[in-house]
Nanobody
């Protein structure tokens, strides 16, 4: 199974910025939507943002214009970045990227997660 590699994250004070990256091998036969989720212990994993194969972008209501998702790709890999600005303590969570692959036999896959901690 092709698992995306996550990078970025860390600890910042409220109002700070972080960038998360999610990189995976590109499969030309697949159409891929890439999504960012976050999870806090005791709560369900929730979607944060996504970018579809056709570059349509989605943001959860709680993002409120603070985050930007973008994609960069070359012939061998896809990288999706989530730029997070004006971070709030309630953004503290483990962030996961997920690749949903369609019209091909390559399975969907999750990254291992990266921690984001925002202090007051």
């Amino acid at each position: 199974q092709e698992r995306p590699v996550q990078s970025g994250g860390g600890s910042v004070e409220a109002g700070g910025s972080l960038t998360l990256s999610c990189t995976a091998s590109k499969f030309p036969e697949c159409k891929e939507d890439i999504r960012w989720y976050r999870e806090v212990p005791g709560r369900e994993r929730e979607i944060v943002s996504s970018i579809r194969n056709d570059d349509y972008k989605y943001y959860a209501d709680f993002v409120e214009g603070r985050f930007t998702i973008s994609r960069a790709q070359d012939s061998v890999k896809n990288t999706v970045n989530l730029q997070m600005n004006s971070l709030k303590p309630e953004d503290t969570a483990m962030y996961y990227c997920k690749i949903d692959r369609m019209k091909c036999r390559i399975p969907n896959s999750w990254g291992r997660g990266t921690q984001v901690t925002v202090s007051p």
